[in-house]
């Protein structure tokens, strides 16, 4: 499922559609750990809008929710309606774990990102982070 939102620039005021499919993903070094920078740019003048920032621990809760989540589909039918309840409490738990972490990771660097280009390469564009 794609939504749509109408979104205006805070810097250059541009008006501008965002689908949710058509997110970027980005590698990004913070005090030289690795991340992962999911977000979108202004069409107009270039700037990033973080979505999320996320790391390897956030992809290890993620795949374990997941897992719970499969398990769910695999009881679906089975009429062992404890299992479910217990597998039920676990969703909401793991869920809730994922959505605090994320909140921790993305309050720990509540700076902006923006493209810088390689000096040696003026192609070669990568993002940095700026506290
Ligand atoms: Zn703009």
Redesign the pocket.
């Known amino acids: 499922m794609t939504d749509k939102y109408l979104l205006r ?6 008006e501008f559609l965002l689908k949710t499919d058509s997110l970027s993903e980005a590698d990004v070094a913070i005090d030289n750990q690795k991340f992962t920078l999911v977000y979108y740019t ?1 069409p ?4 990033i809008y973080r979505v999320i920032l996320k790391d390897k621990r956030y992809e290890e809760l993620a795949e374990d929710l997941e897992r719970t989540k499969n398990r769910i589909r695999k009881n679906h039918g089975s009429n062992n309606f404890e299992f479910a309840r217990v597998l039920n409490g676990m969703v909401r738990k793991k869920h809730e774990r994922l959505r605090n972490y994320l909140d921790r990771l993305n309050k720990q660097f509540p700076g902006t990102f923006t493209f810088v280009v390689s000096e040696n390469n003026q192609k070669d564009k990568f993002i940095k982070y700026l506290p």
Not at 44 to 47: D, E, F, L, T
Request: charged share 35%.
């Open positions: 620039c805070d810097d250059c005021s541009y202004c107009k003048c270039n700037k």
